[in-house]
């Protein structure tokens, strides 16, 4: 699996200031060089400064790298601390729990939509949004504030290096970025490499059951299992969710049950269930749901774990 | 067109025949027959304990609501009465998420939160619309059932405020309703609590001929509009309640159904009851078949097939001048 | 006396003035009494109160010697058929469905109707002439016709009294004497009509008795030449009149035009 890091390069360069013919030359190449890089960017500098055009396709500007930060999803929070950016932070949504020492940071409420009052109130100069239509009003605002905005896809598995590239160097951490990034994406790689394809166990992750809801190929969380070796029974369905009949389930086989709660699920007790073998034969694997929530640099490691649990199972 | 019963009767056919040949696997309709007959066939588990319940859950639940929707019209004197305008969904929907956010494990956790929820609202409207003594007047039930309704929904909507995404997805996916509870047990208990109500409903199918008159011409005429309101009321209550709590809320059955048997073979309640029954019944369960198989593996929610399919088949009953 | 009202008074509430104030009357066997006045003098609500539609502030109201209280709604109806001013049509039925209902007080609920409740819903019919529109929906029905339609729903029911609150007010000549003459036979089959109407002269012309009410009281009681005589009619309906008398001894009431 190519990283997709490849796509966005991020390219700093510092435009030097008038001077001799030497200075020139230097600009001149380096300007160059940025307008090379630029065709395939998302981040780049002008004079001084630091350029990022976010997901929702808007460019934002900032002077210097941003020292008070609000994130307003659980995935950024935990990779900016991952970046070494923590302290940078002050605010964060209720339901950043990750890592524990995001819980130091104040809460300034919901994310999606955030409350204006309590983000403006930390006096951020950069916001990181969850990328959603409720949250275009919100971004206007936190710009009309004088705030840098960033709204992102927060998704999928090669999220989490991209935005380390995009959003570290914001931040004053874009050598940690850039080798988490790396980091991150050499182990996927990894994994990806020595996956066992022949015996991918046939595996149903199940998100709900008033209505059976599953997950499809669109989520993280099918990527996780798909890395670990797993085939998600509902690979066809490109969403990242979906309302199926139990009849659908059974008629897929899975070997192997992916469910949130420990001990046995409450919808197992149902008779109707037992139709599914798996259900029957209480083939049931537990993830804790905080872990597998969101795209994290922790991926890697529930991947191996994920992958010995299906091996054990099999 | 003038026989309503053959034409019944084929709904109800093509619908448990239709409900039952349609689903997620592809089962030629032999081994279907088979799989009914004999219970260690391959396809008997998919067929006896799958779709066999679910078709029946929907025969239920659609002739339920259906019932519901008629008696209420009569009731409050509405053609735009469904079975919902008392508040009734508002409390189950309210008994639901309460449950779904507070991480029930029981199985059997939300559907009981949801009826139970239903039956409060039911006893605090009928309360509410209990003024100047014992008269139970049909323009307050309306208005109370509209405020309890919007206050359940607040509630509803507050709590959604405050619980995580995911809890917020699965309960707005509870909401839209659907027939995925469809087991033998769910359907012995819809079987077993609707079926009182029913049976009371077409006992007094002629006092709801007299009521929908109007409660002084129902007077006039011998029958006690008092005791035929509270029966009818806390009936169709019960009814709904049983029906939204398995399934949810599933729109357009209830107030659709009544005005086309209503149309096609008039208001007389003794055959307009049990009509309304089959082809409500019938009506759901070929909404379900179609919301099964339209995008496989994904299931419609049926509510939205109920009002795609009943809409511009009531605008061609409109159409039609039956003498 | 089949229906007795004594002392009636019934106050709407918010309104100073009652809207009956002591009245009582009463009818027989085979009586055709009818309940004239102005507009506003109380005359639904004497009706209403006789049936226990209106509250009673005072007074008591006996059916065949019974006072009202007693009788089950089922019971009352057997012997009492109302026909009100107007009647919205919210489902449709046909004539012959509607006039079917009338014998909801003999059946009740669960009782399948036989060959006697076949008669008296034909019976019905023919008396109130809507024998021709029994297949009609009642919704294609005129006003006069589902008037009439109505009669025969109260005829349905076999009463031996008979309370129409103004049966002839959408009616034409034709329609309307068909409707006095209809209550006329009835009277002489021994059924009591208490009929509310604004037509002064039909009634003259028809009804034993005549009650005048004014302002929720009885004004004049009695056979209609001692009740209609200007002195009586002029200062209840604020307007002058003078009083013919017709071939068959009826007083006429011709009200004048100022100059006259």
């Known amino acids: 699996m190519a990283s997709p890091a490849s796509k966005s390069r991020l390219l700093i360069a510092h435009l030097p200031g008038v001077g001799d013919g030497r200075s020139v030359c230097r600009a001149l190449a380096a300007a160059a060089l940025a307008l090379l890089a630029a065709c395939g960017t998302r981040t780049g500098t002008t004079a001084g400064g630091l350029v990022v055009v976010d997901d929702a396709g808007d460019t934002t500007r900032l002077a210097r790298p941003a020292v008070r930060v609000v994130s307003l999803s659980p995935a950024t929070t935990e990779l900016m601390f991952a970046i070494g950016a923590g302290p940078v932070l002050v605010g964060r949504t209720r339901w950043c729990d990750y890592p524990a020492e995001a819980k130091a940071v104040p809460d300034v409420g919901d994310g999606i939509p955030p409350n204006i009052e309590s983000v403006l109130a930390q006096h951020p100069d950069l916001v990181l949004l969850y990328r959603s239509p409720q949250n ?179 | 067109m003038r026989n309503r019963w053959p034409w019944l009767l084929a709904l109800t056919l093509v619908s448990l025949v239709l409900g039952l040949a349609l689903g997620a696997t592809r089962i030629p309709p032999s081994a279907i027959w088979l799989g009914l007959r004999d219970a260690s066939a391959d396809a008997a588990p998919v067929v006896r304990q799958l779709r066999l319940p679910r078709v029946l859950l929907g025969f239920l639940v659609g002739g339920g609501l259906a019932v519901s929707g008629a008696v209420l019209q009569a009731l409050v004197r509405n053609p735009l009465a469904d079975p919902f305008v008392l508040g009734i969904s508002g409390g189950a929907t309210l008994g639901a998420v309460a449950a779904i956010s507070a991480g029930l494990t029981n199985p059997w956790g939300v559907p009981f939160a949801a009826f139970a929820g239903a039956v409060l609202t039911l006893v605090l409207v009928y309360r509410l619309s209990l003024v100047a003594g014992r008269r139970l007047d049909s323009g307050v039930l309306l208005l109370a059932g509209v405020v309890v309704s919007s206050f359940a929904m607040a509630l509803v909507t507050a709590i959604l405020m405050l619980v995580d995404a995911t809890r917020v997805q699965n309960s707005f996916r509870w909401m839209l309703g659907g027939l995925w509870a469809g087991s033998w047990t769910t359907v012995g208990m819809v079987a077993a609590y609707g079926s009182v109500p029913l049976i009371v409903l077409m006992v007094r199918a002629r006092d709801l001929d007299l009521l929908a008159l109007g409660e002084e011409q129902a007077r006039h005429l011998g029958a006690d509009p008092e005791r035929v309101k509270r029966l009818a009321y806390l009936a169709t209550g019960f009814l709904t309640a049983v029906a939204v709590a398995t399934s949810g809320a599933i729109g357009f059955v209830g107030l659709l159904v009544p005005h086309a048997v209503r149309r096609l073979w008039g208001p007389l309640h003794r055959a307009l009851l049990p009509s309304v029954f089959l082809a409500g019944g019938g009506f759901l369960v070929l909404a379900d078949a179609i919301a099964r198989s339209i995008a496989p593996p994904v299931e419609l929610p049926v509510g939205v097939v109920t009002a795609l399919v009943g809409v511009p088949f009531f605008a061609l009953l409109l159409k039609r001048r039956l003498a | 006396m089949i229906l007795r009202g004594g002392g009636l008074t019934v106050r709407y509430p918010g309104v100073a003035q009652a809207a009956l104030c002591g009245v009582s009357v009463g009818l027989g066997r085979g009586e055709l009494v009818a309940i004239v006045g102005p507009n506003g003098s109380g005359k639904t609500t004497l009706l209403r109160a006789l049936v226990g539609s209106a509250r009673l502030d005072a007074g008591q109201v006996e059916v065949e010697g019974r006072p009202l209280a007693d009788w089950s709604a089922r019971a009352l109806a057997q012997v009492a058929a109302v026909v009100t001013q107007r009647e919205d049509i919210l489902f449709p039925l046909t004539v012959r469905e509607t006039v079917e209902l009338g014998r909801y007080a003999r059946l009740g609920s669960l009782a399948e109707p036989g060959a006697i409740d076949a008669r008296a819903v034909d019976d019905a019919m023919d008396r109130a002439d809507v024998r021709g529109l029994a297949t009609r929906r009642t919704d294609t029905l005129s006003g006069g016709e589902w008037q009439r339609v109505r009669i025969a729903r109260a005829l349905a029911q076999e009463p031996r009294v008979l309370l129409l609150d103004e049966p002839t007010a959408a009616l034409d000549i034709r329609h309307e004497m068909e409707v006095f003459e209809l209550v006329r036979r009835l009277a002489g089959e021994g059924i009591g009509t208490l009929l509310v109407t604004h037509h002064l002269n039909l009634a003259a012309r028809y009804a034993d008795r005549l009650v005048l009410l004014d302002h929720g009281a009885v004004v004049a009681e009695g056979p209609p030449a001692q009740v209609l005589t200007p002195d009586v009619v002029s200062p209840v309906f604020e307007w002058r009149v003078a009083v013919t008398s017709w071939c068959d001894g009826a007083p006429q009431i011709v009200p004048l035009k100022p100059g006259e």
């Open chain 1, 136 to 314: 275009v009003d919100a971004a206007r605002r936190f710009r009309e504030a004088g705030a840098a905005v960033l709204q992102l896809d927060f998704n999928h598995l090669a999220d989490v290096s991209r935005l380390a590239r995009l959003v570290a160097p914001l931040v004053g951490h874009a050598a940690e970025g850039d080798s988490l990034a790396t980091s991150l994406d050499r182990q996927l790689h990894q994994l990806a490499a020595t996956r066992d394809t022949t015996h991918a166990a046939n595996v149903l992750i199940m998100a709900w059951d008033q209505p059976p809801m599953v997950i499809g190929a669109g989520s993280f969380q099918s990527e996780i299992l798909t890395l670990a070796g797993g085939h998600n029974v509902f690979d066809d369905v490109t969403a990242p969710s979906a309302t199926v009949s139990i009849e659908a389930i059974a008629a897929r086989h899975p070997a192997v049950i992916l469910v949130s709660d420990t001990g046995v699920p409450g919808f197992a007790r149902r008779p109707e269930w037992r139709v599914v073998p798996a259900v029957r034969d209480r083939h049931f694997l537990h993830f804790a749901t905080p872990a597998f929530g969101r795209p994290s640099p922790r991926a890697p490691a529930l991947v191996r774990a994920l992958r010995d649990s299906l091996a054990a199972a099999r």
